[in-house]
């Protein structure tokens, strides 16, 4: 029991740590100064997601206690979970969809979703490399962790939702 104890200790930690950052996140911005461009604001929110990414890394290393024969699974674990480089960036609006007609659109729609179920399979391959490298107590904690990860945070539901991959689609 006391494994599910530190794990829900951590997790409450982890989940701490995030608000403390959203919220100072969240402040206005200074007044007088011009609002900043799209791209800049691409810019920050990326690195924003960056950075959240990295602490949700390291708490989960922290959390599991990945010891030094499991490093190489968890490396290829956290970079299945990133995002490929330039996701999100077409969103509904743009990229001429509004040009295209129903068909068009419903085609560019089903290659989408092609692209985000393989993107699924590989993540979920991934977990479940890393979770055969973890011992039963590290598997327990995995477990636990992730229903507790995605709530109150933009959760896809799939294996890499509690990683919090955002910008795709």
């Given amino acids: 029991m006391k494994p599910v104890f530190q794990v829900l200790t951590s997790a409450a930690a982890l989940s701490a740590a995030i608000a403390v950052s959203c919220a100072a996140f969240a402040q206005e911005p200074p007044a007088g100064g011009a609002p900043p461009s799209a791209e800049a604001m691409r810019q920050h929110w990326a690195e924003h997601r960056r950075e959240h990414a990295e602490a949700r890394a390291h708490a989960l290393h922290a959390i599991l206690n990945i010891r030094p024969d499991q490093e190489g699974a968890f490396q290829a674990l956290m970079a299945a979970m990133k995002p490929p480089e330039g996701a999100g960036a077409m969103r509904p609006g743009q990229g001429g969809m509004e040009a295209l007609t129903t068909p068009q659109r419903l ?5 989408r979703m092609a ?5 699924f399979a590989r993540r979920a391959d991934a977990v479940r490399h890393f979770y055969a490298a973890l011992s039963p107590e590290q598997q327990r904690a995995f477990d636990a962790l992730h229903g507790m990860m995605g709530r109150g945070h933009h959760s896809h539901g799939d294996a890499g939702g509690q990683f919090g991959h955002h910008g795709e689609g």
């Fill in 107 to 111: 085609d560019r729609m089903a290659a």
């Fill in 115 to 119: 692209e985000h179920q393989a993107a």
